[in-house]
C-alpha cells in the first residue's frame, strides 16, 4: 500500500505517525499515572476522615448521646467525596447511619487496624473504635485497646473520576492542537518538493514526446536545481543527437534511393536461382527414382533366376558361387537403398515397411554378413537371443537390418581385440505386442563424456585421430537414430573409455503368428550331441542354438574329453554328432584331421565352426568323406545349422520339397511387364509354385487379355513404352465400370522407394505393389492375400519344410504333427487336442449361427478362433480349411460360402476319426 503513495502522502504520513503515537503513548501514561495518584489521595483522605471520627464519635457512643451522635455523622457527609457512614457497636449493630446504603462489599474485621475494599465506583473502610479514643490525651502505646464499636465510611469515585477525564480531555486537546501544527508544517515541507517533481515530471514528458528544446527553471533547492541542470544536459544532448541522427537518416535515404535499382536486380536473380534450385531438386528426385528404377530392374533378374538356379542340382561349391552372388547382389542393391535413404531423410518421405520377419534370423545374417571383417582382425562375434524372446514379429527388417549392420560394423572398427555380443531380449511382453531391448556390447576404446554429447550429430566421429583409420562420414549412427525413432523406439549408448561401448535399442514391435520353422525337427529331438567351444560366450550361444533344435547337448573342455566320451557311450546311448568350434590358435587343422576321421569311425558325425577367415586351411584339413556344408563359419546360423544336422542325423528329412497347400484351384495370375528377363522370371515362378501364369510385355496387351479371359489378379510393372503401368490400370477400371465386373486386383511391380511414388501408385488405383526384387515367399503371400487362392506348391526360402500331401490327402488327425507342435512333449500335444475337440462343438455352432443371421464379422471372428486353435494341433485338414475360409470371408469372395462348407465338413471328420482314436486310445 506504501509503494502507491506519492511523495507528497508520504511526506506527511512519515512526520505524522511517529509525532501521533509517541503523543499518545505519553498522554496515555500521563493520564493513567495522575489518575492513580487521584485516587491514592482519596483513599488517603478516606483513612484520615475516619481516624479523625473515631475520637469524635467515641465519647457519644460511651455516654449514650444518640443524636449528638448523629450529627456528627451527618457533619461527616459535608466532606467531599464522602457517599456515607455508619457507626456499629462491638456487635455489629447499627447504633447510626448517615448517607444512602453502603454498596461496597464489607472489608474483613481486624480489632486492632483499619481494613479496606475498593471497587470501580466505591471504596469502604472499617475502623475498630476503641476505648483510648475517648481521651484524645490518652493515646499512646499504653492506652486503652478496648474495642467499644465500628466506624464504617464508604467514599465514592466519582468526584475523582471527572476530574480524571477533565485532564484526559485536556490532554487530549493539547495533543490534537499539536498533531494539527505539524500536520500544517508536513504539508508545507512535502509541498515544497512534491512541486519541484512535478515540475520535473512535466519536462521529462515533454522530452519524451519529442519536445527537445524543454528546459527547467531553477527550483530553489540545492538539490533540486542539480537535478533540473542535469536533466537540462540530457535534453541538450539527446537534441543534438537527433539532429546527427536525422542527419544519417538521410544520407541512409539517398543511399538506398541510389541502390534501389541494384537491389531489384538482384531480387530478381535470386528469385531465378531459387526456381533453380527447385527444379534441380526435383531433378534429383527423380533421377533418384528412375537409377533406383533402372539399377533394381537388371537386380531383380539376377536375384530371381539366381534363387531358381539354386533350385537346380548344383555341386556344393557351386551353391556357394551363387550365394556369393546372391550376397554381392543383396550388398549393391543396399547401397542403392542407402543412397535413397539420405534423400528420403533429408525430404521428410522416409516410409517404414510392415512385414512378418523372425528376428534370429535378422540378427544371424547381420552377423554372417560382417563376419569375415570381425574376423580378420582375430575378434569374437557373438548372438545371445534369449529364450523368452518372441521371434516371429512384424515391423521393417530391412531397416532394422540396416541399424543392426552400422552398429556391429562401428564396433568392429573400433575394437582391436576382444569379443562383439550382440543380444535381445524381452522388456515387456503381451499377447499382440513386444517390448524389445537389442544391444551391441565390444570390448574397444569406448568413449568419453564428451563423444557421447556428439556422437549422434550429422558429420561428428568418437575421435578424428581414431576414425580417420577406419573411415566413415559420420552420418550412420544419425540415420539410425532417425529409423529407431521413426520405428516409435529409442536408442542410447553406454560406454567407458578404454573398456568398451555397449550401443542399444529399444522398440515395441506387433507380433506375428509364429513360424512352424522354428519349431524343432521330430528327427532331432533327443539325439544326443557333443559340443566343443572354448570361448565362454560363443559356447553359450552355441548350446542355446543346439537346444533350441531340439537336441541333447553334451559340452566338452578338451577334443581328447570329447573323443573319450564318444568312446565310452558308443554301446550305451551313442554321441551321434559332435559340433567343433575352433580357430587356429587352439588347434592346427592339420592336428584336427585324424581327430574327425577317428570320431567318423566311431560314428560321431563332425561339424566343425571356424573364423571365415581361417575357412580354407580347415576345409583343406577335413576329411575327402565329409561334405561341404560340414565346414560352417563362426557365428553359427542356427537354421543352416539345423538343416546340417539333419543331414547328418535324417537324410531323408533334409531334402528340400515344395509345401503343398490346399486349393480348390491353382490361381490364375497376368504377368505385364516390357522387361523380358523380369517377365521370364515372374512367369516361372509362378508356373514352379503351381500357379497359372500369362505374360504379356505392354499395357495393350494386357487391356485386351483382361477382356479376354478371366484373371484372379495382374502383376503390373509401372514403367513400360506407349501405354505405362497408370494408364493401363485406369482403362482396367474404366472397362470394369462400363461391363459392370468387379474390380480384379491389380498389384504394381516398381523398383521406385519414394514415398511419393507409392503414395500415388495407390490412388491411381492399384490395389497394392511390390518392390523389386521380389522373393518366392512375398509373391505367394501377395497372391493370397488379393486372390484368397495359395499357390499350392509355395517354396520355403529359408529352411527346407516337410512336405505336406495335397487337399484330398490332408490327414484329418495327425499325431506325428501334433507331437512336433508341441516341441517333443507327448502330454501336452494330447492337452491341446484335447482342448480343441472340446470346444469344437461349440465353435460350429457358433458358425453356423452367424451364417443364419449374415453377420459377416462375427463369422470371421469365429472362423477366426477357430483357425488359432488349429494352429497348435496336428489337424491339417481342419486348419486348411480354416485357414482359406478366413481369408476369403475377409476379401467377401464369391467362393467363401463353399468354403464354409468345406469347413463344416472337415469339422465332421475331425469328431468322427476322434470319436474313433479316442476309443482306440489316442
Known amino acids: 500500500m506504501l509503494k502507491d503513495l506519492g511523495i507528497k502522502s508520504r511526506v506527511v504520513l512519515l512526520t505524522l505517525l511517529p509525532g501521533t503515537a509517541l503523543a499518545l503513548v505519553l498522554g496515555a501514561y500521563f493520564s493513567w499515572m495522575q489518575l492513580t495518584e487521584m485516587r491514592h489521595q482519596l483513599n488517603e483522605r478516606g483513612k484520615l476522615i475516619a481516624t479523625q471520627l473515631a475520637p469524635l464519635a467515641a465519647p457519644a457512643m460511651a455516654q449514650g448521646y444518640g443524636q449528638r451522635l448523629q450529627r456528627i455523622l451527618n457533619q461527616v457527609l459535608d466532606q467531599p467525596d464522602v457517599r456515607a457512614v455508619t457507626v456499629l457497636d462491638i456487635e455489629r449493630n447499627l447504633l447510626a447511619h448517615a448517607g444512602p446504603n453502603m454498596i461496597t462489599p464489607p472489608p474483613p474485621a481486624d480489632p486492632e487496624a483499619l481494613t479496606q475494599v475498593s471497587n470501580l465506583d466505591t471504596s469502604r473502610i472499617l475502623l475498630p473504635i476503641l476505648g483510648r479514643h475517648l481521651h484524645l490525651a490518652s493515646i499512646g502505646p499504653n ?83 542539480e537535478l533540473a541542470a542535469g536533466i537540462n544536459r540530457m535534453a541538450e544532448s539527446l537534441l543534438s543527437a537527433r539532429e546527427e541522427l536525422q542527419q544519417s537518416i538521410d544520407q541512409a535515404t539517398e543511399d538506398v534511393r541510389q541502390n534501389l535499382e541494384t537491389i531489384e536486380i538482384q531480387n530478381i536473380e535470386l528469385d531465378l536461382a531459387r526456381k533453380e534450385a527447385l527444379e534441380a531438386s526435383r531433378i534429383k528426385s527423380e533421377f533418384l527414382a528412375n537409377m533406383s528404377h533402372e539399377i533394381r530392374t537388371p537386380l531383380n533378374g539376377i536375384l530371381g533366376f539366381t534363387h531358381l538356379l539354386q533350385k537346380s542340382d548344383l555341386t556344393p561349391r557351386q551353391q556357394d558361387y551363387l550365394s556369393t552372388i546372391e550376397r554381392s547382389a543383396d550388398s549393391l542393391l543396399g547401397i542403392i537403398n542407402e543412397i535413397l535413404d539420405f534423400s528420403k531423410i533429408e525430404a521428410g518421405k522416409l516410409i517404414l515397411e510392415s512385414v512378418p520377419f523372425n528376428l534370429r534370423d535378422l540378427i544371424e545374417e547381420t552377423l554372417t554378413i560382417l563376419g569375415p571383417a570381425a574376423h580378420a582382425k582375430q575378434l569374437e562375434l557373438v548372438s545371445l537371443v534369449y529364450r523368452d524372446t518372441p521371434l516371429s514379429l512384424v515391423g521393417d527388417p530391412q531397416r532394422l537390418k540396416q541399424i543392426l549392420t552400422n552398429l556391429v560394423s562401428n564396433a568392429i572398427k573400433f575394437t582391436n581385440e576382444g569379443t562383439i555380443v550382440v543380444r535381445a531380449m524381452v522388456e515387456d511382453e503381451r499377447s499382440d505386442r513386444a517390448q524389445l531391448r537389442i544391444s551391441v556390447q565390444d570390448t574397444g576404446i569406448g568413449l568419453t563424456e564428451h563423444d557421447l554429447r556428439a556422437l549422434f550429430q550429422a558429420f561428428s566421429q568418437a575421435d578424428n585421430s581414431l576414425s580417420r583409420q577406419p573411415g566413415g562420414t559420420g552420418l550412420g549412427l544419425v540415420i539410425s537414430k532417425r529409423l529407431v525413432e521413426q520405428m516409435g523406439g529409442e536408442i542410447g549408448v553406454d560406454s567407458i573409455p578404454d573398456e568398451g561401448s555397449e550401443f542399444w535399442l529399444s522398440l515395441s514391435l506387433p507380433r506375428a503368428a509364429d513360424d512352424v520353422e522354428d519349431l524343432p525337427r521330430p528327427a532331432l529331438i533327443g539325439r544326443r550331441v557333443a559340443m566343443l567351444e572354448l570361448h565362454p560366450l560363443t559356447r553359450e550361444a552355441l548350446r542355446h542354438q543346439l537346444e533350441s533344435c531340439g537336441l541333447q547337448v553334451l559340452p566338452f573342455d578338451s577334443l581328447d574329453q570329447l573323443q573319450e566320451a564318444v568312446s565310452a557311450q558308443r554301446s550305451i546311448e551313442p554321441i551321434e554328432a559332435a559340433v567343433l568350434g575352433v580357430t587356429e590358435r587352439e588347434i592346427a587343422p592339420e592336428q584336427l584331421r585324424p581327430r574327425l576321421w577317428e570320431l567318423e569311425g566311431l560314428g560321431c558325425k563332425s561339424i566343425v565352426l571356424c573364423p571365415t577367415s581361417e575357412q580354407t586351411q580347415f576345409h583343406e584339413a577335413l576329411p575327402e568323406s565329409h561334405t561341404y556344408s560340414q565346414l560352417q563359419g563362426k557365428p553359427a546360423c542356427t537354421r543352416k545349422l539345423q538343416r546340417v544336422l539333419l543331414d547328418l542325423l535324417h537324410p531323408q528329412q533334409a531334402l528340400v520339397e515344395p509345401v503343398v497347400v490346399s486349393a480348390t484351384r491353382a490361381p490364375r495370375v497376368l504377368c505385364v511387364d516390357d522387361n523380358p528377363a523380369n517377365l521370364l522370371l515372374l512367369e516361372t515362378l509362378l508356373i514352379h509354385m503351381g500357379g497359372e501364369a500369362v505374360a504379356v510385355s505392354s499395357g495393350q496387351e494386357a487391356l485386351e487379355a483382361v477382356k479376354r479371359t478371366d484373371f484372379d489378379m495382374v502383376f503390373m510393372d509401372m514403367q513400360m513404352p506407349g501405354m505405362d503401368g497408370r494408364q493401363t490400370t485406369e482403362a482396367i477400371r474404366q472397362w470394369e465400370f462400363d461391363c459392370d465386373r468387379p474390380p480384379l486386383p491389380i498389384v504394381a511391380l516398381t523398383a521406385h522407394a519414394l514415398s511419393s511414388e507409392k503414395r500415388s501408385l495407390l490412388q491411381s488405383g492399384l490395389d497394392d505393389y511390390l518392390t523389386k526384387p521380389i522373393s518366392e515367399r512375398q509373391l505367394a503371400q501377395v497372391v493370397l492375400k488379393w486372390t484368397g487362392l495359395p499357390l499350392p506348391r509355395s517354396t520355403a526360402v529359408f529352411a527346407p519344410v516337410e512336405p505336406m500331401p495335397p487337399e484330398n490327402n490332408l490327414k484329418v488327425f495327425d499325431p506325428e504333427e501334433g507331437l512336433r507342435l508341441a516341441a517333443g512333449k507327448a502330454d501336452l500335444a494330447a492337452e491341446m487336442i484335447g482342448m480343441l475337440l472340446g470346444s469344437l462343438e461349440e465353435d460350429r455352432q457358433g458358425i453356423r449361427e452367424a451364417r443364419l443371421a449374415n453377420d459377416r464379422q462375427t463369422l470371421i471372428e469365429r472362423v477366426h478362433r477357430l483357425h488359432g486353435a488349429t494352429r497348435y494341433c496336428g489337424v491339417p485338414q481342419l486348419r486348411a480349411a480354416c485357414e482359406r475360409g478366413e481369408i476369403l470371408l475377409k476379401k467377401n469372395h464369391p467362393n467363401a460360402i463353399q468354403a464354409l462348407d468345406e469347413l463344416d465338413l472337415a469339422i465332421d471328420r475331425l469328431l468322427s476319426e476322434a470319436s474313433v482314436d479316442v476309443g482306440g486310445g489316442i
Open 143 to 225: 492506652s486503652n485497646q478496648q474495642q467499644i464499636g465500628w466506624l464504617e465510611l464508604e467514599l465514592s469515585h466519582e468526584g475523582t473520576l471527572l476530574r480524571g477525564y477533565r485532564s484526559m480531555f485536556t490532554s487530549l486537546m493539547l495533543i490534537g492542537a499539536g498533531l494539527l501544527i505539524t500536520a500544517m508544517l508536513a504539508l508545507r515541507m512535502s509541498g515544497a518538493i512534491s512541486k519541484p517533481l512535478h515540475q520535473i515530471k512535466a519536462a521529462v514528458a515533454q522530452l519524451r514526446d519529442g519536445h527537445l528544446e524543454t528546459r527547467l527553471p531553477a527550483l530553489g533547492s540545492h538539490e533540486m536545481d
